[in-house]
C-alpha cells in the first residue's frame, strides 16, 4: 500500500501535467490557424482582385468562399478559443450570444460549402460547354448566384432558434450531403470530359491552326483549375464530414453510443482548420495563384517602403524649414505693427 499510494499520486500529476500541455498546445494552434485563416484569405482576396490573370467569374466565387473563411477566422474561432480558455459564452449564462455565435457558424459553413457547389457547376459548365460557357455564364448571373449563396445559408441558420428537434439532420442534408452529391456529380463528368479529349489535346501540333490550338490550350487550363478545385472539395470534405458525422451520432444515439467532450473538440478543430487550408492548397497547386501573392505581397512591401521614406522625408523637411518659418512669421508680425504705428 505504501509502494502503490505514491505510484498512483504520480501518475495523477504525470496525467494532470499532460491534459494541461495538451490544453496549451491545441490552443496555441488555434491561435495559429486564426492567423494563417484571416491572413491567408485576406491575400487570396487581393490576388483575386489585384492580378489581371485571376480575373476571372470562377474568381468572384472564390472571393465570396475567402470572405466566408475570413468570418470565420475573425469571429467564429475567437469565440470557440473563449469557449476552450474560460467555458464563456455558454447556453446557460450567455443564452443570445451562444445563439448568435451557432447561428453565425452555420452561415459561414454553409457558405463554404454553397461556393465550392457553384465553383463545381461554373468548371462543370466552362469544360462541357467551352463556347456556350460565356453564353450562359454572365456578370449578373453571378452576382444572383452568390446572393442566393448568402440568403441559403441564413435562411438554414434562422432555422437554428425554432428547437426543431429533426434540426441537425435537416442542416446536415442541406448543407453538406446534398451539395457534396451536386459536386461530386459535377466533378466525375469534369473528369470524364478531361480523359475524354486528353488524347486530341495530345495531338495538337504547332502547323494546325490557331483557333485549334486555342481551344486546347483553354480546355487545358480550365481541366487543371477543375483539379486544383476538387483538391479543395476533397479538403472540404475531410475537414467537415467527421462533424457532420460525430454530430449526427451524438444527437440521434446517445443512450448507446458515448462520445467524449474531446472528440467533439478535435471534430471542430478539424473543420475550422479547412478555413487556414485553401489558401495553401491555391499556392501549392496553382501556378497563377502562387505568382498573384508574390505579387500581392511584393506591392505591399514597395508601399509600406515608400510611405516609411515619405514619413522621414517630411520629418527632416519641417525640422530644416522649422527656423525660417519662424524667422517669417516674427518679420510678418514686425510689418503688421510698423503698419499700425
Not at 461556393?115 to 463545381?120: A, E, G, K, R, T
Not at 479543395?232 to 475537414?239: E, H, L, M, R
Amino acid at each position: 500500500m505504501n509502494v502503490s499510494l505514491p505510484s498512483n499520486s504520480s501518475r495523477e500529476v504525470t496525467s494532470d501535467s499532460q491534459r494541461s500541455l495538451a490544453f496549451i498546445a491545441t490552443n496555441v494552434f488555434l491561435v495559429m490557424i486564426i492567423i494563417f485563416a484571416v491572413f491567408g484569405n485576406t491575400l487570396v482576396c487581393l490576388a483575386c482582385v489585384m492580378s489581371k490573370r485571376l480575373q476571372s467569374f470562377t474568381s468572384a466565387f472564390i472571393i465570396s468562399l475567402a470572405v466566408s473563411d475570413i468570418l470565420v477566422g475573425a469571429v467564429s474561432m475567437p469565440v470557440w478559443l473563449s469557449v476552450n480558455l474560460t467555458g464563456k459564452p455558454d447556453a446557460v449564462n450567455f443564452p443570445t450570444l451562444y445563439k448568435a455565435w451557432l447561428c453565425f457558424d452555420i452561415v459561414c459553413g454553409t457558405a463554404s460549402i454553397m461556393n465550392l457547389v457553384f465553383i463545381s457547376i461554373d468548371r462543370f459548365l466552362a469544360v462541357n460547354h467551352p463556347l456556350r460557357y460565356p453564353i450562359i455564364v454572365t456578370r449578373n448571373r453571378i452576382t444572383i448566384g452568390i446572393a442566393f449563396i448568402w440568403i441559403y445559408s441564413v435562411t438554414i441558420a434562422a432555422i437554428n432558434p425554432l428547437k426543431w428537434q429533426d434540426y441537425p439532420l435537416f442542416v446536415s442534408l442541406a448543407s453538406f450531403f446534398v451539395p457534396l452529391l451536386i459536386m461530386v456529380v459535377a466533378y466525375s463528368r469534369i473528369f470524364h470530359v478531361a480523359l475524354t479529349h486528353a488524347r486530341s489535346i495530345r495531338r495538337v501540333h504547332p502547323d494546325q491552326s490557331i483557333t485549334n490550338r486555342r481551344v486546347a490550350e483553354n480546355f487545358n487550363r480550365d481541366v487543371k483549375a477543375a483539379r486544383t478545385l476538387s483538391i479543395v472539395i476533397g479538403a472540404f470534405v475531410a475537414c467537415w464530414c467527421p462533424f457532420f458525422v460525430v454530430m449526427l451520432v451524438f444527437t440521434y444515439c446517445k443512450s448507446s453510443c458515448s462520445i467524449s467532450g474531446d472528440v467533439f473538440v478535435m471534430m471542430k478543430w478539424l473543420h475550422y482548420g479547412n478555413s487556414a487550408l485553401n489558401p495553401l492548397i491555391y499556392s501549392c497547386l496553382n501556378r497563377n495563384f502562387r505568382a498573384a501573392f508574390k505579387d500581392v505581397l511584393r506591392r505591399i512591401n514597395v508601399n509600406r517602403t515608400m510611405t516609411h521614406a515619405h514619413s522621414v522625408t517630411t520629418r527632416q523637411l519641417t525640422t530644416f524649414d522649422a527656423p525660417h518659418s519662424q524667422s517669417w512669421a516674427i518679420e510678418e508680425l514686425d510689418d503688421a505693427n510698423n503698419r499700425r504705428i
